[in-house]
């Protein structure tokens, strides 16, 4: 008996028979983007799905889903697509929509109505001449550049573990740690957020604001420390809140920048937990924060000592996929001529073959702050890539494809370290894929 499967947002349908397949199983094969950071392997809730009708077509929740539900308080039409197996007609919306929402879902898990002791690292950044900016442009104006400033600065936040706690007027708050994780984790990504926040100011100059005649620029201050957090309020109200003095301090060595003339300042808590071996460290201060009693140690951030993969292909990835749509056709393209028989794979429109790529390669991008999720969803795509018919001496053509393309859509942006880490990240994701692609 054939069965339909639903997808609301996008008014696609699609048949199966077996009852044997998931949910995001059949996603996959028909090509449907499907975010699923673990590869379906019931370790994370990224795949799940909001059931419109026939949530009794589905099977019974697995452990791994009655677990979830309860600790996230999901009603009962929220299901998760790789654990979900369809034996009639459902109708489902797809939830986690950007791979930049996956790191919001850590708000889920902090205590709601309490405070709870965690060790965080906080990053504040302030937009620097936003006083000259309000008065030489108008309102409507100085709205669009904010909303352009918050989306590029927000995303390396986003893209490394972390949350976006707050704005407050032209200052961006956030947040690592807030599910757990190592110390030097959690300060390693504050630390790749904040130098990845200035690669995004630098390139939203060059592109978005360049008719501007001020130019922007930011301060930021790195710390870390024991803060108490939870979803706190008025009863009809509750909001994620960060409290404690380390989040203080934050604030306060942001505004040491402006006294320092320095773009990114750390305080040695931040340093203590990190490899010093592997950033360049420029001067030192020893300095009176306001409220604080004693002089603290800060250290002015300069960057990495060796080519960080994760920094080159975050600061990259959003000026490759600003024309998504271009970015597939200009792969695309490339493929077909160095390969014309594949072609023959891509039967189906190739304007949703596309938006399935630039999806996958988003996805990868995002998922390198979390290795263990992004080798067992690699792991998957490989499986998955036999079932369109991908053979093992396509992925050469993938990569000369991919480089080529990444190459040109840079253009003026690449540097040999971009194009040495897409190199060397391409290798892996293929080197991954193929392993498994049995």
């Known amino acids: 008996m054939v069965k339909t499967l639903t997808y609301s947002a996008i008014n696609r349908q699609v048949t199966f028979k077996s009852n044997t397949n998931t949910l995001l ?8 983007p499907h975010l699923h950071e673990c590869g379906g392997n019931g370790i994370c809730t990224t795949c799940r799905v909001r059931v419109l009708d026939g949530v009794s077509n589905l099977s019974p929740k697995t452990e791994f889903e009655k677990s979830s539900s309860q600790a996230r308080k999901w009603d009962p039409s929220i299901r998760l697509a790789c654990q979900a197996r369809p034996k009639g007609d459902v109708t489902l919306q797809r939830l986690i929509w950007s791979s930049g929402e996956v790191n919001n879902l850590q708000k889920e898990l902090v205590p709601t109505g309490r405070a709870e002791e965690r060790p965080i690292a906080i990053l504040f950044c302030d937009l620097r001449n936003f006083t000259n900016l309000s008065s030489k442009n108008l309102n409507y104006d ?3 550049m904010l909303n352009k400033f918050y989306t590029a600065l927000g995303e390396p936040i986003l893209m490394n573990n972390g949350v976006i706690y707050q704005y407050v007027g032209d200052e961006i708050v956030g947040v690592f740690g807030t599910t757990g994780g190592t110390a030097e984790k959690n300060c390693e990504d504050a630390i790749r957020a904040a130098l990845g926040m200035q690669y995004a100011l630098d390139s939203l100059n060059r592109s978005d604001l360049k008719d501007i005649e001020i130019k922007l620029k930011s301060g930021i201050g790195l710390n870390f420390g024991t803060a108490f957090l939870g979803h706190l309020g008025h009863p009809t109200h509750k909001q994620f809140s960060v409290i404690g003095d380390p989040v203080n ?10 006294v320092t003339n320095t773009d990114i ?6 340093l203590d937990n990190v490899n010093k071996e592997t950033v360049i460290i420029g001067r030192k201060f020893c300095n009176k924060l306001a409220g604080k009693e004693d002089p603290l140690n800060l250290f002015e951030l300069k960057g ?10 975050q600061a990259s990835m959003n000026i490759m996929l600003e024309d998504e749509d271009k970015f597939a056709k200009t792969f695309y393209d490339k493929v077909f001529e160095i390969a ?4 023959a794979l891509f039967s189906n429109n190739m304007t949703d073959q596309g938006r399935l790529l630039t999806h996958m390669l988003g996805g990868i991008v995002y998922s390198l702050s979390r290795p263990e999720h992004l080798k067992k969803g690699l792991a998957k795509l490989g499986k998955s890539h036999i079932q369109y018919g991908v053979k093992a001496e396509y992925y050469p053509v993938v990569k000369q494809a991919m480089i080529e393309t990444i190459d040109e859509v840079l253009g003026g942006y690449k540097t040999l370290k971009t194009m040495e880490a897409w190199n060397t990240a391409l290798d892996f994701v293929i080197d991954t894929m193929k392993s498994n692609a049995h």
Do not use: C, G, W
């Open 25 to 32: 199983d059949l996603s996959i094969a028909n090509r449907i």
């Open 142 to 144: 100085i709205a669009y």
């Open 265 to 270: 300042l750390i305080s040695e808590t931040i």
């Open 304 to 313: 990495f000592k060796a080519m960080d993969l994760q920094l080159e292909l």
């Open 340 to 343: 014309p028989f594949v072609r």
């Open 249 to 258: 301090v934050a604030s306060r060595i942001q505004n040491e920048t402006k």
